[in-house]
C-alpha cells in the first residue's frame, strides 16, 4: 500500500469514527438527531426544496456530503453504535439537493434519461430510510441487508451516469 493509499484510510476511518463521536455526544447532550428531526426531501435530490432541507450545492459538492455521510454509516456499523448508523442513513436520505445550474447541465447531458436519473435518486432515498428505520433495532442481519442495497443504489448511479455528467476537465 502506497502512502497515498494510507493517507486516504486514515483520512476515511478519522471521519467515520468523528461522526460516532458527535452522534453519540448529540444523544446523551439531548440534541436531536437526523433520524428525529423530521427532514424529508420527497423524491430526492431532484425533487423541490422542502422547509427542513439543506441548501442546495453543485453535484460534486452534493457527491462529496454523500461519501463522507457513508464513512459515518460505516463507522457506526464496525462500533456497532446503530443509532449512528441511523441517524446517517437518514443524513443520505435527506441530502443537499443540486444547485439549479448544475441541475439544468444534467437534464440537457441525460436528456429523456433524467427519469431514470431521478429514480436512481429516489432508490437511494427510500433504502436509507429504510436504513434509518431498521438501525436502531441493532439486527445486523437486516441492516447489512439494506446497507448492501444502498451501496448497489449508489453505485448503480454511478455506473449509468457519472461518464456522462461529470463535468470535463
Given amino acids: 500500500m502506497n502512502k497515498s493509499n494510507v493517507v486516504v484510510v486514515v483520512l476515511a476511518v478519522g471521519l467515520a469514527f468523528a461522526g460516532c463521536d458527535k452522534a453519540k455526544?448529540?444523544?446523551k447532550k439531548g440534541?436531536?438527531?437526523a433520524a428525529e428531526r423530521g427532514q424529508r426531501p420527497g423524491a430526492g435530490g431532484a425533487a423541490a426544496k422542502q422547509p427542513n432541507q439543506k441548501p442546495a450545492l453543485s453535484l460534486k459538492m452534493v457527491m462529496r456530503e454523500l461519501a463522507n455521510t457513508m464513512a459515518r454509516v460505516m463507522g457506526g456499523l464496525w462500533m456497532e453504535s446503530w443509532p449512528v448508523v441511523a441517524s446517517q442513513a437518514q443524513a443520505i436520505a435527506d441530502h443537499s439537493l443540486i444547485d439549479a445550474k448544475d441541475l439544468a447541465r444534467i437534464k440537457k447531458i441525460l436528456g429523456k434519461d433524467m427519469a431514470?436519473?431521478?429514480?436512481?435518486d429516489k432508490l437511494v432515498?427510500?433504502?436509507a430510510l429504510r436504513l434509518s428505520k431498521i438501525a436502531p433495532e441493532g439486527k445486523v442481519d437486516a441492516i447489512m441487508t439494506q446497507l448492501v442495497a444502498l451501496q448497489r443504489g449508489c453505485?448503480?448511479?454511478h455506473t449509468k451516469f457519472r461518464k456522462r455528467i461529470r463535468p470535463k476537465p
Avoid: I, L, M, Y
Fill in 155 to 157: 453505485v448503480g448511479c
Fill in 116 to 120: 431514470a436519473f431521478v429514480a436512481q
Fill in 25 to 27: 455526544s448529540d444523544q
Fill in 31 to 33: 440534541k436531536p438527531v
Fill in 125 to 127: 432515498h427510500d433504502t
